[in-house]
C-alpha cells in the first residue's frame, strides 16, 4: 500500500480497529438474515508526509450511495455552525447578489440555505441522491456527482469554494485538491473544515476512524498537499465541532494575500506536540484498547446488576467503537436517534436496533450511552428528563465517565 498523497510505501501501523462494516451501512430488519460484508480498519502513517490513512478497501461510490443515511440537518449544534459560517464568510469575503458560492459535499443543503436567504448565488455538489434530493426541494441547485478536476472543468469559477468533512473523506486527495484550484476564481478563495489530527491523537477519538474517512489530516500534512497543487494556506482556525476541528483557508498561490500569523503558530502548535516526529503515531493502540476494555467492564457489570443501558445516536463514530469493541444488543438494548432515516432499522454487525426517542421515555433506562460524544452537551440537554427516574449518561470517549 502507499501513501495517496506522496505514493511512499506504507510501513508504520496507527492503529488496527479489526474487521468492520462500513459504517453507515444500516440494516432494515430483512437484512438481518443476510450475510454482511466486512472490511479490515487497519490505519497506517506515511513516514514521509505523515498522512494518517486509511486503504480504499470499500469503495467511495458503494459508501456514498443512494441509502446514505446522514442527514446534516438533524443536528442542532451543527446547523448553528453552519449558519454562524455564512455570516462570517459573507463578511469576511464581501459576499452579495453578483458572488458565486460552491460546497462540496452538500448534503440536505443544511449551510447552503443560509446563502439562499442572503440572495447569494450559490450551487451544492453531492453524490448521494437521497440528501441532493432534500436540498433541492429547498430550492438549491445541485450537482449530483462526486468532485475531482474532471467535474470542475465544466463548472462556472466561484468566489468561494467550501467542504465541511469532506477533505478527510477523497480517496484520490491530489485530483480533489487540484479540482479547487481549477474551480476557483482568481482572487477567490477555498475554505476547507476537518477534525484535527492532533485532537484525534490527544483525545483518543479513534471512535472518529471508520471507512469513509479516508484520511486524518494535520495542517502540516494539509499544506503539503495544497502546495503541491498551487494553492497557499493564507489561515487556519480552530472550532470545537466534532471533537476539536480546523478551518483552512487556500488560495492562488500567486496571490498577494496576506499570511496570517495563526499559520505559523498552528505548524509550532503541530511541532510541539509532536506530529512531525514519527514517535507519536505508534503508542495509540494501547490508548485505544484502554477505552474498549473499560466500556466493556461497564456494560458487562451494568448487565449483572439488572441495569439497562440503551445508546444515543445511531452515528458512524459509534459504530466503529460498538464493532471494535464486540458489543451487541445483549449489552445494549436499543439506540435513539432523532432521523427518521435511520429509525426503524439496525446497526451494522452489533443489530442494535434504532428507535425514536419516545422509546426512551417509556423504557426509562438506568444509562444512556451518548456515542455522538461530540454532540454531549446538546445531548444531555435534549434529554436532561432522564434525570426525573434517576438516568445517568456515559460517554466512552476520551474515557469512561458516568455523568
Known sequence: MKCRFCKNELKIEFVDLTNSPASNSYLSLGQLNEPEVFYPLKIFVCSECKLVQVDEYKKSDDIFDNDYAYFSSYSTSWLAHAKDYVESMTK????????????????????????????????????????????????????????GSTLAKTLDKSDLILGKNVLAHVPDINDFVKGLKIALKPHGTVTMEFPHLLNLIKENQFDTIYHEHFSYLSFYTVQKIFINQGLKLYDVEKYPTHGGSIRIFATHQDNSMETSPNVENMLKEEESFGLFDIEIYKGFQEKTDKVKNDLLDFLVQAKKENKTVVGYGAAAKGNTLLNYAGIKNDLIDFVVDKSPYKQGKYLPASHIPILDEEVLRQSKPEYVLILPWNLKDEVVDQLSYIKQWGGRFVVAVPSLNVL
Do not use: H, W
Open 92 to 147: 469576511r469575503l464581501s459576499l452579495d447578489e453578483n458572488s458565486k458560492v460552491t460546497e462540496i459535499a452538500s448534503n440536505d443543503g443544511y449551510l447552503l440555505q443560509f446563502f439562499q436567504e442572503k440572495n447569494i448565488p450559490c450551487m451544492g455538489i453531492e453524490p448521494t441522491s437521497n440528501t441532493a434530493a432534500v436540498a433541492r426541494e429547498k430550492g438549491i441547485d445541485v450537482i449530483g456527482d462526486f468532485f
